[in-house]
Nanobody, 129 residues
Framework: EVRLVESGGGSVQTGGSLRLSCSTP????????IAWYRQASGNECELVSS???????NYADSVKGRFTISYANAKNTVYLQMNNLKPDDTAVYYC???????????????????????WGQGTQVTVSS
Protein backbone atom coordinates (compact mmCIF):
# COMPACT_ATOMS: atom_id res chain seq x y z
CA GLU A 1 0.00 0.00 0.00
CA VAL A 2 1.20 3.51 -0.84
CA ARG A 3 0.73 6.22 1.77
CA LEU A 4 0.51 9.78 0.44
CA VAL A 5 0.63 13.04 2.36
CA GLU A 6 -0.26 16.40 0.77
CA SER A 7 0.75 19.78 2.11
CA GLY A 8 1.17 23.36 0.98
CA GLY A 9 -2.40 24.52 0.58
CA GLY A 10 -3.60 27.85 1.84
CA SER A 11 -5.41 31.06 1.03
CA VAL A 12 -4.09 33.53 -1.54
CA GLN A 13 -5.42 36.38 -3.62
CA THR A 14 -5.92 36.23 -7.38
CA GLY A 15 -2.55 36.16 -9.10
CA GLY A 16 -0.79 34.59 -6.15
CA SER A 17 1.22 31.38 -6.03
CA LEU A 18 1.31 28.23 -3.96
CA ARG A 19 3.42 25.07 -4.11
CA LEU A 20 1.73 21.83 -3.15
CA SER A 21 3.74 18.81 -2.07
CA CYS A 22 2.83 15.14 -2.21
CA SER A 23 5.17 12.90 -0.26
CA THR A 24 5.34 9.20 0.44
CA PRO A 25 7.05 8.82 3.82
CA UNK A 26 9.82 6.27 3.90
CA UNK A 27 9.56 5.43 0.21
CA UNK A 28 10.00 6.86 -3.28
CA UNK A 29 7.82 7.19 -6.35
CA UNK A 30 10.03 4.97 -8.51
CA UNK A 31 7.23 2.49 -9.20
CA UNK A 32 4.21 4.81 -9.44
CA UNK A 33 2.88 7.49 -11.69
CA ILE A 34 1.42 10.46 -9.80
CA ALA A 35 -1.55 12.70 -10.47
CA TRP A 36 -2.94 15.82 -8.85
CA TYR A 37 -6.72 16.05 -8.78
CA ARG A 38 -8.95 18.74 -7.36
CA GLN A 39 -12.52 18.89 -6.23
CA ALA A 40 -14.46 22.07 -5.59
CA SER A 41 -17.58 21.93 -3.47
CA GLY A 42 -20.42 20.37 -5.46
CA ASN A 43 -18.18 19.64 -8.45
CA GLU A 44 -16.66 16.53 -9.98
CA CYS A 45 -13.20 15.26 -9.16
CA GLU A 46 -11.02 16.82 -11.89
CA LEU A 47 -7.59 15.73 -13.09
CA VAL A 48 -5.24 18.71 -12.93
CA SER A 49 -1.86 17.25 -13.83
CA SER A 50 0.09 14.00 -13.93
CA UNK A 51 3.68 12.84 -14.11
CA UNK A 52 4.96 9.39 -15.00
CA UNK A 53 7.82 7.67 -13.21
CA UNK A 54 9.92 8.56 -16.28
CA UNK A 55 9.02 12.24 -15.94
CA UNK A 56 6.46 12.73 -18.72
CA UNK A 57 3.93 15.37 -17.73
CA ASN A 58 0.38 16.29 -18.68
CA TYR A 59 -1.88 19.20 -17.73
CA ALA A 60 -5.55 20.08 -17.91
CA ASP A 61 -6.18 22.89 -20.39
CA SER A 62 -7.42 25.11 -17.56
CA VAL A 63 -4.00 25.11 -15.84
CA LYS A 64 -1.57 24.91 -18.77
CA GLY A 65 1.06 27.62 -18.56
CA ARG A 66 0.26 28.31 -14.89
CA PHE A 67 0.90 25.01 -13.07
CA THR A 68 4.04 22.87 -13.14
CA ILE A 69 4.36 19.33 -11.82
CA SER A 70 7.79 17.96 -10.91
CA TYR A 71 9.69 15.50 -8.77
CA ALA A 72 12.04 16.38 -5.96
CA ASN A 73 15.58 15.16 -6.60
CA ALA A 74 15.16 12.26 -4.18
CA LYS A 75 11.92 11.31 -5.98
CA ASN A 76 10.07 10.95 -2.70
CA THR A 77 8.02 14.10 -3.27
CA VAL A 78 5.97 15.44 -6.18
CA TYR A 79 5.39 19.17 -6.35
CA LEU A 80 2.62 21.15 -8.01
CA GLN A 81 3.76 24.73 -8.46
CA MET A 82 0.71 26.88 -9.02
CA ASN A 83 1.19 30.41 -10.34
CA ASN A 84 -1.25 33.12 -11.37
CA LEU A 85 -3.98 31.51 -9.31
CA LYS A 86 -7.61 32.30 -10.06
CA PRO A 87 -10.77 31.97 -7.96
CA ASP A 88 -11.77 29.00 -10.15
CA ASP A 89 -8.73 27.15 -8.80
CA THR A 90 -10.33 27.05 -5.36
CA ALA A 91 -10.73 23.39 -4.39
CA VAL A 92 -9.38 20.58 -2.27
CA TYR A 93 -6.33 19.21 -4.05
CA TYR A 94 -5.44 15.52 -3.82
CA CYS A 95 -2.52 13.51 -5.07
CA UNK A 96 -3.00 9.97 -6.28
CA UNK A 97 -0.58 7.16 -7.16
CA UNK A 98 -1.31 4.52 -9.81
CA UNK A 99 -0.44 3.59 -13.39
CA UNK A 100 -0.87 6.54 -15.74
CA UNK A 101 -3.59 4.69 -17.68
CA UNK A 102 -5.79 4.65 -14.57
CA UNK A 103 -6.05 8.43 -14.25
CA UNK A 104 -9.38 9.47 -15.75
CA UNK A 105 -9.90 13.14 -16.56
CA UNK A 106 -13.03 13.41 -14.43
CA UNK A 107 -14.66 11.29 -11.77
CA UNK A 108 -18.22 11.86 -10.66
CA UNK A 109 -17.77 10.91 -7.01
CA UNK A 110 -15.51 12.02 -4.20
CA UNK A 111 -11.86 11.97 -5.24
CA UNK A 112 -10.53 9.75 -2.42
CA UNK A 113 -13.33 7.24 -3.04
CA UNK A 114 -12.33 6.68 -6.67
CA UNK A 115 -11.87 3.06 -7.67
CA UNK A 116 -8.32 3.68 -8.77
CA UNK A 117 -5.14 4.78 -7.12
CA UNK A 118 -3.92 5.43 -3.63
CA TRP A 119 -4.96 8.85 -2.34
CA GLY A 120 -3.79 11.39 0.15
CA GLN A 121 -6.05 13.28 2.54
CA GLY A 122 -6.19 16.45 0.44
CA THR A 123 -5.13 20.05 1.01
CA GLN A 124 -7.40 23.09 0.66
CA VAL A 125 -6.55 25.85 -1.79
CA THR A 126 -8.61 29.03 -1.61
CA VAL A 127 -8.15 31.88 -4.06
CA SER A 128 -9.97 35.11 -3.34
CA SER A 129 -10.74 37.84 -5.86
Amino acid sequence: EVRLVESGGGSVQTGGSLRLSCSTPGATFDDSDIAWYRQASGNECELVSSITSEGSTNYADSVKGRFTISYANAKNTVYLQMNNLKPDDTAVYYCAADDIESFVSRYGGSCPEALFGYWGQGTQVTVSS
